[in-house]
């Protein structure tokens, strides 16, 4: 456009990042979160697709989240895809009104087992496509890196599905969040996902809504309040280029890019991982707490049922030793 900008970043007041410049991501600890990249979204045929045409084309945003998928997949960082399944309750016992009735219910959108709900063929995860490819059922292609969500019927990708398990099963703290629509799904899953203390990137390009000024004002406003705000080729710039690092080490390489909201500039200096919240922690710690208490219940209750036993058993030998029955071979 007229200034040069990207249009994934229009409307943000081009502030430095509030990513310090010599922090870096580590790819062991960090995940990409592919929302809803299924055909009735972003195939030219879907039933949702019309809406949302002119925005995906306007931001280039499927030929950049094809190009964030495949860095991912070189550099080894944690890829998450979170479909979306329709469920009949929409219509039965949701309130009516609201996009979940008005649009994906009236529409039968993203079906499950319907065309419409798989996954985008450049989009979807390693090991669907390797079953598409060679016929083979999904429990015979194994070594997939990458998770699919389950259980996703809302707008939130973590309300009442598996993702925070599978984050923290894997040892994320940083979750870059990209898809469909901005000011949705994927709003709704960056506002959870900063109240569960991850470090939250929302990729601006790599998203779209059904029109300029509702993207506009996702980026512009909320994405600042619960998130890191950047392009994907800011994203990408937030890893050391020389591959992934060991996994004991807690430095990258003497090179640091210090960001402003729109420019890398390239400045010698040390760069080390960007540490978990300290709110991921306190989850953590608790967790920790009430898997401590737990086994010390059950620990508990084992001492006490041996503690049950060994006496029964003392009294059956006693009563046998006495003549008074118990234990006894005789016939």
């Not at 070189?74 to 219509?91: D, G, K, Q």
């Not at 390693?126 to 059922?137: D, V």
């Not at 004991?248 to 640091?256: D, G, P």
């Amino acid at each position: 456009d007229a200034k040069g900008q990207d249009p994934g970043m229009e409307g943000w007041d081009e502030s430095p990042s509030p990513l310090d410049p010599v922090m870096c991501l580590n790819p062991a600890t960090t995940a990409l979160l592919l929302i809803e990249f299924q055909n009735d979204f972003v195939h030219d045929r879907g039933k949702l697709h019309g809406p949302i045409a002119g925005e995906m084309q306007r931001l280039g945003m499927l030929d950049k989240s094809k190009a964030l998928l495949q860095f991912c997949r070189r550099r080894r960082i944690h890829v998450i895809h979170a479909p979306i399944t329709y469920c009949s309750e929409y219509e039965k016992n949701a309130n009516q009104y609201g996009v979940l009735y008005n649009a994906v219910a009236a529409t039968n959108a993203f079906a499950a087992k319907d065309w419409g709900a798989e996954f985008l063929e450049s989009m979807a995860p390693l090991h669907i496509q390797s079953q598409r490819k060679s016929g083979l059922s999904e429990k015979d292609v194994g070594g997939a890196p990458e998770a699919i969500v389950q259980g996703k019927h809302g707008l939130d990708t973590f309300a009442g599905t598996d993702l925070d398990q599978i984050l923290q099963g894997r040892g994320v703290t940083n979750l870059a969040v990209c898809g469909l629509l901005t000011n949705c799904c994927v709003e709704s899953t960056m506002r959870t996902g900063y109240e569960f203390g991850y470090n939250v990137f929302t990729i601006t390009d790599c998203c779209a809504a059904t029109s300029k000024e509702e993207h506009e004002n996702s980026v512009s406003t909320t994405f600042k309040m619960f998130s890191v705000p950047m392009t994907s080729e800011q994203f990408k710039g937030a890893f050391d280029d020389s591959g992934p690092p060991s996994p004991r080490s807690q430095r990258a390489r003497l090179t640091v890019r210090q960001r402003t909201s729109m420019l890398l500039v390239e400045s010698t200096g040390p760069r080390v991982f960007l540490p978990p919240s300290s709110v991921l922690h306190a989850r953590q710690r608790s967790a920790y707490k009430d898997l401590a208490l737990e086994l010390m219940g059950a620990m508990l209750s084992r001492s006490v049922n041996a503690m049950v036993t060994i006496q029964v058993l003392t009294d059956l030998v006693s009563n046998a030793d006495a003549g008074g029955g118990g234990l006894t071979h005789d016939r």
